[in-house]
């Protein structure tokens, strides 16, 4: 069994920055995550991409975020970081964070990240 720890959530005003952490661990043995990101949710909608890299693939963001978030990964330690900068109202949700190991799809429990005034 394979869990995701999230962290690094919290309640900010707009223009501000959060650093969100996620580790897998757990059964991973040798592998190396073929992709590790983070999804997020906001309230009445559905659940989006905000960025995943892929193992020897380019990094994916979402429109929303280019330029204001970055995903970091250590492939060593399986872990995945999104540095997020000048934060909006609309960035407000429950962030996920999602990795791929082997053949099978796993996500946190989600950590709540709020921009208010």
């Known amino acids: 069994q394979v869990q995701l720890v999230e962290s690094g959530g919290g309640s900010v005003q707009p223009g501000e920055s959060l650093r969100l952490s996620c580790r897998a661990s757990?059964?991973?043995?040798?592998?190396?995550?073929?992709?590790m990101g983070w999804y997020r949710q906001a309230p009445g909608k559905e659940r989006e991409l905000v960025a995943t890299?892929?193992?020897?693939?380019?990094?994916l963001y979402s429109d929303s975020v280019k330029g204001r978030f970055t995903i970091s990964r250590d492939l060593d330690r399986n872990t995945v970081d999104l540095q997020m900068n000048d934060l909006k109202p609309e960035d407000t949700a429950n962030y996920y964070c999602?990795?791929?190991?082997?053949?099978?799809?796993?996500w946190g429990q989600g950590t709540q990240v709020t921009v208010s005034a």
């Open positions: 757990g059964s991973i043995g040798e592998d190396i995550a073929l992709a």
């Open positions: 999602h990795a791929v190991i082997g053949i099978n799809v796993y």
């Open positions: 890299d892929t193992t020897g693939a380019n990094i």
